[in-house]
C-alpha cells in the first residue's frame, strides 16, 4: 500500500473521540470496554496525542502523559488492522517520542503484553525491575463528591 497521504496530526483537538473508541474496539483487546466518557477525561489529561489518518479516516493514535523533562509514559499505541505492518507503528511511537514535551525527557515508560519485539526495533529495552502497579479500586463517583476533600488545603494531619 501506498502510504505517502497518511498524515499523522498532533492537534488532540482534530480527534473525534467516537473515531478513536471505535479503533479502539476494533484493534486493542485492553481498550475494549471503554466508554466516551471516561476516554474524554483520558485525553483532556493527555499531551500529547498522536493521531493517523487516511484522509478523513482514523487508522492509528497514541498518546503520552509526560512532566517535559524527567519522566514520561507513553499509551495506547494502536495501528489499525488494515494499515499494520507498513512502517506506520514505527512513525507514531517515533513522532510522539520526538514531540517538544518528549524529546528532552530521561525516561520515557510504556507497558505491553505481546508487542516487546517492536518497541525493541524503535529503540525500547525490557524493564523488569522497577516497575509495580496499584489496581485502583476507586470509589463510586457519587461517594467521591460528597468526601472530597479541599485539595488546596489538604494537609497530613486531617
Ligand atoms: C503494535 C503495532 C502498533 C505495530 O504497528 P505496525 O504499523 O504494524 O508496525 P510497523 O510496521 O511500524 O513495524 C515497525 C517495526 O517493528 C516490527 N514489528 C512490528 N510488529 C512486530 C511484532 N509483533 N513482532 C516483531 N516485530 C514487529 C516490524 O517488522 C518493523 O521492523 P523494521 O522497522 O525493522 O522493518 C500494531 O501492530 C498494533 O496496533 N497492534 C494492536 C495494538 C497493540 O498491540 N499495540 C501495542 C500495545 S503496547
Same mark, same amino acid.
Given at each position: 500500500? &501506498?502510504?505517502? =497521504? ?9 480527534? &473525534? ?18 466508554? *466516551?466518557? &471516561? *476516554? /474524554? ?13 487516511? =484522509? ?39 513522532? *510522539?517520542?520526538? =514531540?517538544?514535551? *518528549?524529546?528532552?525527557? $530521561? ?5 505491553? /503484553? =505481546? ?15 522497577? /516497575? ?19 485539595? $488546596? $488545603? ?5
Amino acid at each position: 500500500m &501506498d502510504c505517502s =497521504h497518511i498524515k499523522f496530526c498532533t492537534d488532540k483537538e482534530k480527534i &473525534d473521540l467516537e473515531k478513536l473508541l471505535a479503533l479502539y474496539q476494533k484493534n486493542a483487546f485492553w481498550t475494549k470496554n471503554r466508554n *466516551l466518557e &471516561d *476516554l /474524554t477525561i483520558a485525553i483532556a489529561h493527555s499531551n500529547p496525542v498522536i493521531s493517523v489518518w487516511d =484522509h478523513q479516516k482514523l487508522i492509528g493514535s497514541a498518546r503520552a502523559t509526560s512532566d517535559g523533562i524527567y519522566r514520561a509514559t507513553i499509551w495506547d499505541v494502536v495501528i489499525d488492522g488494515e494499515y499494520q505492518g507498513l512502517g506506520l507503528g514505527r512513525k507514531l511511537v517515533e513522532t *510522539l517520542i520526538s =514531540h517538544p514535551l *518528549l524529546n528532552r525527557v $530521561e525516561r520515557i515508560y510504556l507497558t505491553t /503484553t =505481546h508487542q516487546q519485539k517492536f518497541y525493541q526495533r524503535i529503540g525500547f529495552v525490557e524493564n523488569e525491575t522497577t /516497575t509495580m502497579v496499584l489496581y485502583n479500586t476507586y470509589p463510586n463517583p457519587e461517594d467521591l463528591k460528597q468526601n472530597s476533600p479541599n485539595w $488546596e $488545603e489538604i494537609s497530613l494531619n486531617r
